[in-house]
């Protein structure tokens, strides 16, 4: 079966500051992974996905994310955070894109002014 | 981009009413919605996968008399919560699978007096 775990269920950074968010995900087979994005009351929004080729992917708004087959990782990075960015962050996993999404349980992020 | 649209996005009922609430993927056709349920500061709970032309496949626990789901197109997917009670109140969100990608829908907010 498969899982993910988000480490660290809030985050805090400064404006301006490395967003550094993390995701660990376990699979029995090559997984799919994806990083979305929810504000509140509203749905959620793909912010990228890894399914094959490049480990290093590259999603809208500046966030990035790189596949570590070794460390069953796929963290969220973005180099500058802006207020904008606040929002609760989900990682997700599918086995092949053909199965439902295992999400984690979400990382809220604040900016601080 | 694929879009995804809900309606409607905010409902107020008497329990004992039951409500209907559609999701339509508006620029792609999509065999596969998934439909979720979402309580405050948690992640999202999956409650069924419906697929276009047959029954859809309840996760365990889900009541499938009480959430009762067609997918009677390739654009539109409906869940009918049957018989209201707060207990029901949540957020209710919907995807549609275009290839490997899931994309959201906005989210319904129900709220059962």
């Known amino acids: 079966a498969q899982s993910v775990t988000q480490l660290g269920s809030h985050v805090s950074v400064s404006e301006g500051a490395l967003v550094l968010l993390r995701c660990n995900y376990s699979?029995?087979?090559?997984?799919?992974l994806f990083w979305y994005v929810q504000y509140p009351n509203q749905g959620l929004q793909l912010l990228l996905k890894?399914?094959?080729?490049?480990?290093l992917v590259k999603g809208i708004n500046g966030f990035e994310a790189e596949f570590k087959k070794s460390e069953t990782s796929f963290h969220l990075t973005k180099p500058s955070a802006h207020m904008s960015d606040a929002a609760e962050y989900f990682c997700?996993?599918?086995?092949?894109?053909?199965?439902?999404?295992?999400f984690g349980k979400g990382t809220r992020l604040s900016v601080i002014a | 981009g694929a879009v995804v649209s809900q309606h409607p996005s905010w409902v107020i009922c008497k329990s004992g009413t039951s409500v209907k609430i559609e999701c339509r993927s508006l620029?792609?056709?999509?065999?596969?919605m998934f439909w979720y349920r979402q309580f405050p500061k948690q992640s999202l709970m999956l409650m069924a996968t419906?697929?276009?032309?047959?029954?859809?496949?309840?996760e365990q626990g889900v009541e499938k008399d009480k959430f009762l789901i067609n997918h009677a197109s390739l654009t539109l997917s409906t869940l009918t919560v049957t018989s209201a009670h707060p207990e029901d109140s949540s957020f209710y969100i919907c995807?549609?699978?275009?290839?490997?990608?899931?994309?959201f829908g906005p989210g319904t907010r129900l709220l059962v007096l």
């Open positions: 997700a996993v599918s086995e092949k894109g053909n199965t439902p999404l295992v």
């Open positions: 699979s029995s087979v090559p997984p799919y």
């Open positions: 620029d792609f056709q999509a065999t596969t």
């Open positions: 890894y399914t094959t080729g490049a480990t």
């Open positions: 995807s549609a699978r275009d290839l490997e990608t899931q994309y």
């Open positions: 419906s697929n276009e032309g047959s029954k859809a496949t309840y």
